[in-house]
């Protein structure tokens, strides 16, 4: 109840920061703007009131909330202060309205998505009037008019229901104990509850019985049943958290004692926290839980603050000799790096499945309590001098986006990161794309950061061409994706000059017992030119002019 007048505020500021700008209006001069746009609405009002025969507070609904379509019809207007009410009742009396165009703008659809949902050979409610009878039903319950929207673009069948169909079916949800600005919060997040007949399906009504626990059974209904937005606010959520897999009698269970999650912290902080666990290698079902059932995460920076890689790990209880071992066998992520980057320094470490469970096993505060032990914790003097040498280089901010990159893929602040950053090719954004494409290759984190330690030329090609070496490698070399944990470097060569030519080659004399030697795909890759032509003359002295003759007819489908 305490945090309430907080809430309300938090979920008012939202919902006004996030109307519609006005257009600007160029043919009327500024300061006449504001008075302009209140007469439009007034002579539209009027109008549709007037001359086409609609309800007064429909008209009015529509014309107060279709700013983008009213502004385009007074932009045609010359304007005049003593004038401009009798020139927009001309221009109406002359020029009708697509009525459709203003009605799906008014309810809350983007303006620019109106022409999507416009009827085709349709202009006035007069020819179907099915869904301005249904928008005022919903209208008259306590539907928010531009919210109408959301139902119309989830379940457009709502609205071909008459006024008794959506009538009877509201003032059965209120049977359930509801108040009315409940009813309206539960259908504007679930749609699908206003669908289907007369009877209410078993799926409905373990929704509403669910749901009753939050606003009926609980102190929590009473003190925001008057507030539609408020009960939207909570019905949305709770959707999401079942969206992402959670149970929903669990989410309700837990939300009796997390209600700060629903009544404070807006969507994209749920879905900020939610995305960041998930990068720990974790499904959303899992990480949504562990929000809810630990809400405190939510008020924990988990962007900016500094760690030390060893003093985390030692933070959440890694011993000594694990924490040597790691060290010894991924010294590029150790030093410093942000908390925004953790998932993917303890992944680069192999060690997220651990790290994890010491957070979900009740011990998540060890991320909110944590600071460097000093100012200069883990500060490794190669890696400063070699960010000054960046920052007075000819493009500091190119490198320092390539260095972000290998941050955020878990490489720390020491010298062999900056020994790979030298090495890379590309922009940020590039080799971001690159590293992806190679994860979703099958290729786990901590070994692609392992490889790109000895051979970060890997990432200096497109996607494109590393996922073609990666499917020959698996499908004609039938060859597991763990051979390139031992030999990463046969994503460097050419694939149509060196990679393919010479195993397929190989793979011919093998066929012919012409080689009964079995090479290695690192050898047969590898191996300068005249070493291979050696080796060649080895196996069988006319191997070579073969191999000459196979280059050259390489295109055909000899070999």
């Known amino acids: 109840m305490n945090h309430l007048p907080k809430c309300l505020y938090t979920v008012l500021f939202r919902h006004f920061s996030s109307l519609p700008r006005t257009p600007i209006l160029t043919n009327i001069p500024v300061k006449y703007r504001p008075q302009a746009i209140k007469q439009a609405q007034q002579a539209l009002t009027d109008y549709f009131h007037s001359t086409r025969s609609m309800p007064y507070i429909c008209a009015e609904h529509i014309a107060k909330n279709s700013i983008f379509s ?189 209600k700060d999650i629903f009544l404070e912290y807006p969507d994209e902080a749920l879905v900020h926290k939610v995305e960041y666990f998930c990068r720990f290698c974790v499904r959303k079902e899992d990480a949504a839980l562990l929000i809810l059932q630990s809400p405190e995460i939510l008020s924990y920076d988990l962007e900016t603050p500094v760690i030390s890689v060893m003093g985390l790990l030692k933070h959440f209880g890694l011993n000594e000799k694990d924490r040597n071992v790691v060290a010894q066998k991924y ?113 786990k984190l901590s070994n692609l950061c392992l490889m790109l330690k000895t051979t970060p030329k890997i990432l200096n090609q497109s996607p494109a061409t590393i996922e073609q070496k990666v499917d020959f490698l698996l499908n004609e070399m039938e060859t597991s994706l763990d051979y390139l944990d031992t030999f990463p470097g046969f994503l460097c060569f050419e694939l149509e000059n060196r990679i393919k030519p010479r195993y397929r080659f190989h793979k011919w004399l093998t066929e012919k017992g012409v080689c009964t030697k079995n090479y290695s795909i690192a050898s047969i890759v590898a191996t300068s030119e005249k070493s291979y032509l050696a080796r060649l003359y080895g196996i069988h002295p006319t191997a070579p002019k073969q191999w000459f003759e196979f280059w050259y007819r390489k295109s055909s489908n000899s070999f």
């Open 331 to 443: 010294p590029y992520v150790f030093g410093r790096n942000k908390m925004v980057n953790l998932p993917h320094v303890v992944r680069a470490l192999n060690l997220h499945e651990w790290f994890y469970g010491v957070i979900k096993n009740g011990n998540h505060q060890l991320l909110g309590d944590y600071s460097l032990s000093n100012p200069d914790e883990d500060l490794d003097k190669e890696f400063i001098h070699g960010l000054e040498r960046i920052k007075s280089s000819r493009c500091p901010l190119h490198t320092m986006n390539k260095l972000s990159f290998l941050h955020r893929i878990g490489y720390g602040e020491n010298a062999l990161t900056m020994n790979v950053l030298g090495r890379l090719h590309g922009t940020s954004s590039e080799l971001q794309d690159r590293f992806n494409c190679l994860l979703r290759c099958g290729i």
């Open 70 to 258: 009213l502004s385009n019809l007074i932009g045609k207007i010359d304007y005049s202060a003593t004038n401009f009410t009798r020139s927009i009742s001309r221009l109406l009396r002359y020029h009708p309205l697509n009525e459709f165009e203003f009605f799906f703008e008014s309810i809350g659809i983007d303006h620019k998505d109106v022409p999507e949902f416009l009827p085709s050979n349709k202009f006035f409610f007069s020819e179907d009037g099915s869904v301005l009878d249904a928008a005022g039903e919903l209208s008259g319950f306590g539907f928010p008019w531009n919210k109408l929207g959301k139902l119309y673009k989830q379940e457009v069948s709502i609205f071909s229901k008459s006024s008794g169909e959506l009538r009877s079916r509201l003032y059965r949800f209120k049977d359930f104990g509801f108040s009315n600005a409940a009813v309206v919060g539960i259908c504007l997040a679930f749609p699908h509850v206003l669908c289907g007949d007369n009877e209410l399906g078993g799926e409905v009504r373990s929704l509403f019985d669910e749901l009753k626990r939050v606003f009926v059974d609980s102190d929590l209904g009473s003190s925001i049943e008057a507030n539609v937005d408020t009960c939207y606010d909570i019905c949305r959520k709770i959707r999401m958290f079942c969206d992402w897999g959670c149970d929903m009698g669990k989410v309700v269970e837990l939300m009796a004692r997390t």
